[in-house]
């Protein structure tokens, strides 16, 4: 009995897990009927450098929740942007209900009855849940408003989900707006969803909400494929589980095999798919563990003296966005690790600027080794010690046209040993850009290389060297391994400790990812809507904790 | 006041005015969907000299409008296969319409009518029974060119289609976030395309009404910064066609005082006069910069897929 | 495979691949132009020839020509450093008229009232910093609002060229005479010639300050701080370079540069600034910048080239009978030449990447202006 099936496993390399003459009606081996409403065969998508898929192929049933695994980079996303018509595959073909069916565009997507919430939302902020819905459904010339309030009311039923059609999308909590996403997705009477990380924005109660949603959609007949990169999170909402690792189907779980076996062996079976020979050295890696199992791994805690210290900090949010509503005051102390946890939107990119200098504070103080920074400069408080590992690498932490050399200086222009009053010396900066490029492995043709032109990966760690040099004394990062590799988030992580415990100085990790902060920090703030709803201490339990903290912040999840 | 002053400021008003309200509606379409047309200027004038040609020629100054719209087009069509088509950069394609255009029709102009300016006739007014009576307004404000009705009845058009329409909602779209138009199944090029189309005739039209209702000559380099100035009536109106109207009728006083002033005796130096308008827009964007919020993918071009 | 210029390639064909480059669009702009010439009944083959001889070939006309280099290359720096900056300063004409009211306007004053060398010095530093100070309206309003400095700019241009007629109508009105027109500075008074010519010492001003302007950008931080500025404005912040304040000191320089031309011009040509005079340089010379990329090295022979159509091209166009505004018209095509051939380029390197729809090249754009 092969529970996991690989390419090339059945005749002709088409490796579904059972191989019927012609897709449609199927029988599956626990005796219900499961139509197949999609099936993708051999799609392969090349980018400039990169195969993002490879001859791909996939079967996804009615009324089950098919999840989409793999490691970031992974080529999920892409796969099934080609479903949604956004990519055009070199080769394969797509068969929506049996019949074989040319997507080259997001409207033949959507006419075939398939729909797509993506990763990063495809609301427009300033236009109401009305407008977004009513958006690309042009039947004649006037807008339908009426008609359009009637579709949302039937599917907020449906969903069991209540929306102000009025309200302008970016007042709604994230959540929300998913739940909006969703509606638009299922707007023509689609068969199909498509959900691309939806977790990544929800608190705890929101996953619990999404999840009953998609019990909905299962029962009225719907495919469901659902992307992610946790391993737990496909146990725990998928019936069947397609690993993909670079490119590759590496193989797929169907839904008797789920339900058979235990927890463990399953997990194992995933993990080999995911990472074939590695398992063992990622045993600790804690996207592939259980939430529940991770605790806090002990380390030679001796916490110092306070580098860092926020009192009563309020900070204004920009164009609708939350920012630090009430006063935040924390302190993170010498060779500690703390975190601030929370949905994103919550008000971490005002509260990281705002200790950058980027961003002004409208209220209390900042304090960095008992020196006052609020009337310094961003370059001053750098000068003084601080560092900031932003969220946004391509957009504002490295400059993409210039040369990897270059953006390892780019906050020490003009000081020495680089620039000699005022002048440059090219011969400096290389040496250096060289000994960074070699402590942190970046991989990139030469130091001249663009920046930009590095992977995902590769320009995170730029940063980060670029940051933790020169001896910092108090590094923020913002989200720091979203979306990148495995390899390079432990690599990340790892620096993040090792600054803490052997350079003694003081790291605070904002995060969105609940699991990183358990495996990072020492102690926990939670941020919801704005303000700080209380630390918790890193141990057992803590997770329970963090959770009640962030949903006694939103109001209606 | 002296009701001749009135008088004279409000025609003045509109006959500067009007051009520039076309040609800010039309900007406005385009902005709304994400297209900044640095070569407005152009567009005006060439629909102006087009205009201006046909109506000498034909006699008729609705054929004049009707080849002063199609110029216009015609010259933003170039912005459509370079900027949104070809996705290459708006200022400097901007750019390049303007400087063709000034060269152009300077030297169409040239070769046509060497150094003879050929005048057209006035325009037929229209009056208003009753209206036109009123006294000091009604002569300006009632009993004008039929063009000029056109030009107040399509800020309503405008208004309707941008914010009653589905083609409205998707250039608004086109111009926030056209990721999420293209995800919702739209063509965002085909919406830019109309939209910059629609602008390319209203400018047109803008520069047909300077030459043949305002001046009633072509001269080179007519239009002296009023497709800037459209730009920036654009921007401030923040796709409210209402605002629009205000600003244009705001800085058509600006542009054409000096004759008013001239009638009630005023002497004051042309140069400090000229310097009005550009005074007014500098004040203007000084004391309203910071409220003019602009659509967030205005002047980006659109790519699907781009990672 | 992509059109990529491997390690290997030998520096003669890299060289005369990176001229073709730049120079396709203008060939192709000038057979657009002679097709057009053709069907106006001019032809095209004489007009050019004219061009050449009467810019190049001559010595006269060659001497004219270095002499128009002098405030040309000056103009140029000044965009350079703007655009550098990631600032389009198309309001350039505002700035040169108004240093070149001011410096008309005082210059027979100061030459009589001071050793005349000094008086120079003095002039062209005061070109400098009118032209510095009519920057600060646009500058204001992008650095703390964020205001798009095209507009701004341009608007002031407008005001500036009516303003200096003001002026010169106004305070500086020559009280010789009854042209409208500032005082006259005495023609020995003048920049120097050079020896043996009657080119005067502004073009070696304007190649200094060219040579400078190179070094700052390559060499120094300053110019670093400006090449981020105007690559990823974000970035700058977030390294902490004072983005206000680099906004500010870029247009105050561009200004300046530009001020200082309309100084060299007037003190090495005229020696007085009639009303209503308006070279307008700007507009076309900024896309001969923009054409030329931002290298100095590059620059140079393309606005000599561009000088040289201004004087043969003026003589050519006087013969044919045409407008001299045919040349705005030359320089457009160029531009719409240049965005195509860009297009074309990046197209090829595309080599296969499928996109259903959109325009599909600009990721590519970013990628080809790296490798060359």
Same mark, same amino acid.
Request: aromatic fraction near 8%; glycine fraction near 12%.
């Given at each position: 009995?092969?529970?996991?099936?690989?390419q090339?496993d059945?005749?002709?390399?088409?490796?579904?897990?059972?191989?019927?003459?012609h897709?449609?009606?199927?029988?599956?081996?626990?005796?219900?009927?499961?139509d197949?409403?999609?099936?993708?065969c051999?799609?392969?998508?090349?980018?400039?450098g990169?195969?993002?898929?490879d001859?791909?192929?996939?079967?996804?049933r009615r009324?089950?929740?098919?999840c989409?695994l793999?490691?970031?980079?992974?080529?999920?996303?892409?796969?099934?942007?080609v479903?949604?018509?956004?990519y055009?595959?070199?080769?394969g073909?797509i068969?929506?209900?049996?019949?074989?069916?040319?997507?080259?565009?997001?409207?033949d997507?959507?006419?075939?009855?398939?729909?797509?919430v993506?990763?990063?939302?495809?609301?427009?902020?300033?236009?109401?849940?009305l407008d977004?819905l009513?958006?690309g459904q042009?039947?004649?010339i006037?807008?339908?408003?009426?008609?359009a309030q009637?579709?949302?009311?039937?599917?907020?039923?449906?969903?069991?989900?209540?929306?102000d059609?009025?309200?302008?999308v970016?007042?709604?909590?994230?959540?929300?707006?998913?739940?909006?996403?969703?509606i638009?997705?299922?707007?023509?009477?689609?068969?199909v969803?498509?959900?691309?990380?939806?977790?990544s924005?929800?608190t705890p109660?929101?996953?619990?909400?999404l999840e009953?949603?998609?019990?909905?959609?299962?029962?009225e007949?719907?495919?469901?494929?659902?992307?992610?990169?946790?391993?737990?999170?496909?146990f725990?909402?998928?019936?069947?589980?397609?690993?993909?690792?670079?490119?590759?189907?590496?193989?797929?779980?169907?839904?008797?095999?789920?339900?058979?076996?235990? /927890?463990?062996?399953l997990?194992?079976?995933?993990?080999?798919?995911?990472?074939?020979?590695?398992?063992?050295?990622?045993a600790?890696?804690?996207?592939?563990?259980?939430?529940?199992?991770?605790g806090?791994?002990t380390?030679a805690?001796?916490?110092?003296?306070?580098?860092?210290e926020l009192?009563?900090?309020?900070?204004?949010?920009?164009?609708?966005?939350?920012?630090?509503?009430?006063p935040f005051s924390?302190?993170?102390?010498?060779?500690e690790?703390?975190?601030?946890?929370?949905?994103?939107g919550?008000?971490?990119?005002?509260l990281?600027?705002?200790?950058?200098?980027?961003r002004?504070?409208?209220?209390?103080?900042?304090?960095l080794?008992?020196?006052?920074?609020?009337?310094l400069?961003?370059?001053?408080?750098?000068?003084?010690?601080?560092?900031y590992v932003?969220?946004?690498r391509?957009?504002e932490?490295i400059?993409?046209?210039l040369?990897?050399a270059?953006?390892?200086?780019?906050?020490?222009?003009?000081?020495?040993?680089?620039?000699i009053h005022?002048?440059?010396? /090219?011969?400096a900066i290389?040496?250096h850009?060289?000994?960074?490029?070699?402590?942190?492995?970046?991989?990139?043709?030469t130091?001249e290389?663009s920046?930009?032109s590095?992977?995902?990966?590769?320009?995170?760690?730029?940063v980060?060297?670029?940051?933790?040099a020169?001896?910092?004394?108090v590094v923020?990062f913002?989200?720091p391994?979203?979306?990148l590799?495995?390899?390079?988030?432990?690599?990340?992580?790892?620096?993040?400790r090792?600054?803490?415990?052997?350079?003694?100085?003081?790291a605070?990790?904002?995060?969105t990812?609940?699991?990183e902060?358990?495996?990072?920090?020492?102690?926990?703030?939670?941020?919801s809507?704005?303000?700080?709803?209380?630390v918790v201490?890193?141990?057992?339990?803590?997770?329970?904790?963090?959770g009640a903290?962030?949903?006694?912040?939103?109001?209606s999840e | 006041?002296?009701?001749?002053?009135i008088?004279?400021?409000?025609?003045?008003?509109?006959?500067?005015g009007m051009?520039?309200?076309?040609?800010?509606?039309?900007?406005?379409?385009s902005?709304?969907?994400?297209?900044?047309n640095?070569?407005?200027?152009?567009?005006?004038?060439?629909?102006?000299?087009?205009?201006?040609?046909?109506?000498?020629?034909?006699?008729?100054?609705?054929?004049?409008?009707?080849?002063?719209?199609?110029?216009?087009?015609?010259?933003?069509?170039?912005?459509?296969?370079?900027?949104?088509?070809m996705?290459?950069?708006?200022?400097v394609?901007g750019?390049?319409?303007?400087?063709?255009?000034?060269?152009?029709?300077?030297?169409?102009?040239?070769?046509?009518?060497g150094?003879?300016?050929?005048?057209?006739?006035?325009?037929?007014t229209?009056s208003?029974p009753?209206?036109s009576?009123?006294?000091?307004v009604?002569?300006?404000?009632?009993?004008q060119?039929?063009?000029?009705?056109?030009?107040?009845?399509?800020?309503?058009?405008? +208004?309707?289609?941008?914010?009653?329409s589905?083609?409205?909602?998707?250039i608004r779209?086109?111009?926030?976030?056209?990721?999420?138009l293209d995800?919702?199944?739209?063509?965002?090029?085909?919406?830019r395309?109309?939209a910059?189309?629609?602008?390319?005739?209203?400018?047109?039209?803008?520069?047909?009404?300077?030459?043949?209702v305002?001046?009633?000559?072509?001269?080179?380099?007519m239009?002296?910064?009023?497709?800037?100035?459209?730009?920036?009536?654009?921007?401030?109106g923040?796709?409210r066609p209402?605002?629009?109207?205000i600003g244009?009728?705001?800085?058509?006083?600006?542009?054409?005082?000096?004759?008013a002033?001239?009638?009630?005796?005023?002497?004051?130096?042309?140069?400090?006069?000229?310097?009005?308008?550009f005074?007014?827009v500098?004040?203007?964007?000084?004391?309203?910069?910071?409220?003019?919020?602009?659509p967030?993918?205005?002047a980006?071009?659109?790519?699907?897929?781009?990672? | 495979?992509?059109?990529?210029?491997?390690v290997?390639?030998?520096?003669?064909?890299?060289?005369?691949?990176?001229?073709?480059?730049?120079?396709?669009?203008?060939?192709?702009?000038l057979?657009?132009?002679?097709v057009?010439?053709?069907?106006?009944?001019?032809?095209?083959?004489?007009?050019?020839?004219?061009?050449?001889?009467s810019?190049?070939?001559?010595w006269? +006309?060659l001497?004219q020509?270095?002499?128009?280099?002098?405030p040309?290359?000056?103009?140029?720096?000044g965009f350079?450093?703007?655009f550098?900056?990631?600032l389009?300063?198309?309001?350039?004409?505002g700035?040169?008229l108004?240093a070149?009211?001011v410096?008309?306007?005082?210059?027979a004053?100061?030459?009589?009232?001071m050793?005349f060398?000094?008086?120079?010095?003095?002039l062209?530093?005061?070109?400098?910093?009118?032209g510095?100070?009519?920057?600060i309206?646009p500058?204001?309003?992008?650095a703390?609002?964020?205001?798009?400095?095209?507009?701004?700019?341009?608007?002031m241009a407008?005001?500036g060229?009516?303003?200096a007629?003001y002026l010169i109508?106004?305070p500086?009105?020559?009280d010789?005479?009854?042209?409208?027109?500032?005082?006259?500075i005495?023609?020995?008074?003048?920049?120097?010639?050079?020896?043996?010519?009657?080119?005067?010492v502004?073009?070696i001003?304007a190649?200094v300050?060219?040579?400078i302007?190179?070094?700052?950008?390559?060499?120094?931080?300053y110019?670093?701080?400006?090449?981020?500025l105007?690559?990823?404005?974000k970035?700058?912040?977030?390294?902490?370079?004072?983005?206000?304040?680099?906004?500010?000191?870029?247009?105050?320089?561009?200004?300046?540069?530009?001020?200082?031309?309309?100084?060299?011009?007037?003190?090495?040509?005229?020696?007085?600034?009639?009303a209503d005079?308006?070279?307008?340089?700007g507009m076309?010379?900024?896309a001969?910048?923009f054409?030329?990329?931002l290298n100095?090295m590059?620059?140079?022979?393309?606005?000599f080239?561009?000088?040289?159509?201004?004087?043969?091209?003026?003589?050519?166009a006087?013969?044919?009978g045409?407008?001299?505004?045919?040349?705005?018209?030359?320089?457009?095509?160029?531009?719409f030449?240049?965005?195509?051939?860009?297009?074309?380029?990046?197209?090829?390197?595309l080599?296969?990447?499928?996109?259903?729809?959109?325009?599909?090249v600009?990721d590519?754009?970013?990628?080809v202006?790296n490798?060359?």
């Open positions: 009995m092969a529970p996991v099936s690989h090339g059945e005749e002709g390399g088409r490796g579904l897990t059972t191989a019927p003459a897709p449609g009606h199927q029988t599956g081996d626990d005796g219900s009927s499961r197949v409403a999609i099936q993708l051999g799609i392969t998508k090349v980018f400039p990169v195969r993002a898929n001859c791909v192929n996939l079967v996804v009324g089950e929740v098919h989409l793999g490691e970031n980079g992974a080529g999920k996303s892409t796969l099934m942007n479903l949604a018509g956004i055009l595959p070199e080769e073909t068969r929506v209900d049996g019949r074989d069916c040319e997507i080259s565009c997001p409207r997507s959507i006419d075939l009855g398939i729909g797509m993506h990763q990063h939302s495809s609301l427009i902020p300033n236009f109401t849940v977004n009513m958006l042009g039947e004649g006037r807008l339908s408003v009426k008609k009637g579709g949302l009311a039937r599917l907020a039923t449906m969903l069991g989900v209540e929306v059609p009025n309200v302008e970016a007042q709604l909590s994230l959540g929300q707006q998913q739940q909006v996403e969703i638009k997705a299922l707007w023509q009477g689609s068969k969803l498509i959900l691309d990380e939806p977790t924005m929800l109660k929101g996953i619990e909400d009953h949603v998609l019990l909905h959609l299962k029962e007949g719907l495919a469901v494929v659902f992307i992610t990169h946790k391993l737990h999170e496909a725990a909402i998928g019936d069947c589980v397609s690993v993909l690792r670079q490119g590759r189907l590496e193989g797929t779980i169907d839904n008797e095999t789920m339900k058979r076996s235990a /927890p463990a062996e997990q194992s079976m995933v993990v080999n798919l995911m990472f074939p020979g590695e398992a063992e050295s990622l600790n890696v804690a996207e592939l563990r259980d939430v529940s199992e991770l806090r791994t380390r805690a001796r916490i110092g003296e306070p580098l860092l009192a009563g900090v309020t900070v204004p949010g920009r164009h609708g966005e939350i920012g630090i509503e009430e924390l302190v993170v102390h010498a060779s690790v703390v975190g601030v946890a929370g949905v994103d919550n008000g971490q990119r005002p990281a600027e705002a200790i950058a200098g980027q002004h504070i409208s209220a209390g103080d900042i304090k080794a008992g020196t006052s920074m609020r009337r400069s961003i370059g001053a408080r750098q000068h003084l010690g601080l560092r932003t969220d946004d391509l957009g932490g400059v993409g046209a040369s990897v270059i953006n390892m200086v780019s906050k020490r222009i003009g000081t020495k040993p680089f620039w005022g002048r440059t010396r /090219p011969a290389s040496a850009a060289r000994s960074l490029v070699d402590e942190y492995n970046i991989m990139t043709p130091i290389t920046a930009g590095l992977s995902g990966g590769n320009i995170q760690k730029v980060v060297a670029r940051e933790l020169f001896d910092p004394k923020v913002n989200k391994t979203y979306g590799d495995v390899k390079t988030t432990s690599a990340v992580r790892a620096r993040v090792e600054l803490a415990d052997a350079g003694g100085a003081g605070l990790v904002i995060s990812d609940l699991e902060l358990l495996f990072l920090c020492d102690r926990v703030a939670v941020l809507r704005g303000r700080l709803m209380g201490e890193n141990k057992p339990g803590a997770e329970q904790e963090i903290l962030m949903i006694g912040g939103s109001h | 006041m002296d009701s001749e002053f008088a004279a400021v409000i025609t003045g008003a509109i006959l500067a051009p520039l309200l076309f040609t800010a509606l039309g900007e406005t379409i902005e709304q969907a994400g297209v900044l640095i070569g407005l200027e152009g567009m005006m004038l060439f629909g102006a000299y087009g205009g201006f040609v046909v109506a000498n020629w034909s006699g008729s100054s609705w054929l004049g409008f009707l080849a002063a719209l199609v110029a216009g087009m015609a010259v933003s069509l170039l912005m459509v296969v370079f900027c949104v088509r996705g290459r950069d708006q200022i394609v750019i390049a319409i303007l400087l063709a255009m000034e060269g152009l029709t300077s030297l169409l102009h040239d070769v046509q009518y150094h003879s300016y050929p005048r057209l006739d006035a325009v037929p229209v208003i009753g209206l009576k009123i006294p000091v009604g002569s300006s404000l009632f009993d060119p039929l063009i000029f009705y056109v030009g107040i009845a399509l800020i309503f058009v405008v +208004g309707w289609v941008l914010y009653k589905n083609l409205g909602l998707n779209a086109a111009g926030w976030k056209p990721v999420a995800n919702a199944g739209v063509d965002v090029l085909k919406i395309t109309i910059v189309l629609s602008t390319g005739a209203l400018a047109g039209l803008g520069g047909g009404y300077l030459a043949i305002t001046a009633g000559i072509f001269v080179p380099f239009t002296g910064g009023m497709g800037f100035i459209a730009i920036v009536i654009a921007m401030l923040r796709g209402v605002w629009v109207l244009s009728l705001l800085f058509g006083i600006a542009l054409s005082i000096a004759t002033l001239q009638l009630v005796g005023v002497q004051i130096s042309t140069d400090l006069i000229n310097m009005l308008p005074v007014a500098i004040v203007a964007l000084a004391l309203f910069a910071r409220q003019s919020y602009l967030a993918a205005l980006l071009p659109f790519e699907r897929g781009k990672r | 495979m992509p059109e990529a210029i491997h290997g390639t030998p520096t003669w064909l890299r060289w005369a691949k990176g001229f073709w480059r730049h120079a396709a669009p203008v060939v192709y702009g057979i657009a132009g002679g057009l010439l053709l069907i106006l009944g001019k032809n095209p083959l004489s007009f050019y020839w004219t061009t050449l001889e810019g190049l070939f001559t006269s +006309g001497m020509t270095i002499i128009r280099l002098a040309l290359l000056l103009m140029s720096a350079i450093v703007a550098q900056a990631g389009w300063n198309i309001g350039g004409d700035q040169f108004m070149a009211a410096v008309g306007g005082l210059g004053w100061m030459v009589g009232a050793p060398w000094l008086a120079l010095a003095l062209c530093l005061i070109g400098f910093l009118v510095g100070a009519w920057t309206v500058s204001t309003l992008k703390y609002y964020g205001m798009n400095e095209i507009i701004t700019s341009l608007m407008y005001l060229i009516n303003l007629n109508k106004g500086f009105l020559t010789v005479g009854f042209v409208p027109q500032t005082n006259v005495p023609f020995d008074f003048l920049l120097p010639y050079l020896p043996g010519t009657r080119i005067h502004g073009i001003i190649l300050v060219l040579g302007v190179h070094y700052m950008q390559t060499r120094t931080g110019g670093l701080r400006l090449r981020i105007g690559a990823n404005p970035a700058a912040k977030h390294a902490g370079i004072n983005v206000k304040r680099d906004i500010m000191s870029s247009f105050a320089l561009s200004g300046a540069l530009i001020g200082l031309a309309a100084a060299v011009e007037v003190l090495g040509v005229w020696g007085y600034v009639r005079w308006n070279p307008a340089f076309t010379l900024f001969i910048v054409l030329a990329g100095v590059v620059v140079i022979p393309f606005v080239f561009f000088a040289v159509i201004q004087i043969g091209g003026h003589e050519a006087r013969m044919a045409l407008p001299n505004d045919f040349l705005l018209l030359l320089v457009g095509l160029i531009l030449f240049m965005v195509l051939t860009e297009w074309a380029r990046v197209k090829a390197a080599s296969g990447r499928h996109k259903a729809g959109g325009a599909g600009a590519e754009d970013k990628a202006a490798g060359q």
